[in-house]
């Protein structure tokens, strides 16, 4: 039996309705749900820190790692000065002296070694993993800076009242300052950088030096002496004053040591210096040394002999005759 004309207008309009009551729940996914939360961004990856750096990081400090003789420390400049100790740490505004045939060696881990000669001063500017920075104040100075996979430390050592700074990554360099302007620079291995406050610079190269003078700026790097020059002028004869003074010639801006006694030749060579003797025979020694680290040493035996002590003065009254049982006499 066929189906009624209006039954079959009424099932295009309950199709069509079906179809919009099943649309609603995607229409309210689609277009009304609040999206998601953005998802967190993904951690970057941990760097692994080697043990080189983590022991880098360690060695920040400068310690006072070994010394002979008489060393004395001042921290900061309102301190005073007192006697150093083994292994004792070094800050910024730290000032360290040694004294007389004394010595001293100070470490940055094993990055930086520098090691002070006698009568030799200077202070500590600033130390960071990366950079180490030493006022040289007078004296003589050598530094040894040791690169390491991963490690890049660049040690500094100024020149205080010389216009001049020395600095290397990886090298050994002595710095010599005798504290009215004139430094000398030289290197045994590596390069070291020799800087003015102008801005000038050269490259200090293995075997090489150079010096800065006052009013003349950097000279140009030249082949370190292989021998260091030496001539004394000796008093002669035995000795009647109890200080004499020692007369000699070296290369120039040289340090000479004369018994303990430091000082440094003037540009053409020379220098003297007064030595106290005792009485009797007295050894005196002569050392002069380079800033490349050559040495000529020479000694020479002086004789004091003090003048006879002046005679008594006279008991005497002028005018005035003694007499006893032998005769007339002057008294003595």
Known sequence: MAASPSHRRQAPFLIGLVLILAALPVGWFVFLREPPAPLPPPEPPRRVVTDAE???????????????????????????????????PLRPTDVVRTGRGSWAVLLNGESVELRMEAETEISVEEISN??????????LATATVRGRPNVRHTFVLKAKNGNAEASTSQGTFTMSNNGTGTVSVGTREGDVKLSDKEGKYVIVRAGQRSIVRPGKGLSEPEPIPSTVFLKMEWPTGEQRQREVTVVGRTDPFNRVTVDGVSVFANEAGTFK?????AEGSNLVKVAAVGVGGARQDEQHELTLVPPPPPPPPSRKRPGTIEVDAGGIWDPP
């Open 273 to 277: 210096l007064d030595v106290p003797l």
């Open 130 to 139: 990366e950079l180490s920075k030493v006022m040289l104040s007078s004296g």
């Open 54 to 88: 983590a022991e880098a990081k360690k060695a920040v400090e400068l310690v006072l790692s070994s010394f002979e003789g008489t060393v004395d420390v001042k921290h900061g400049e309102a301190g005073t000065w007192e006697p150093a100790s083994k292994d004792m």
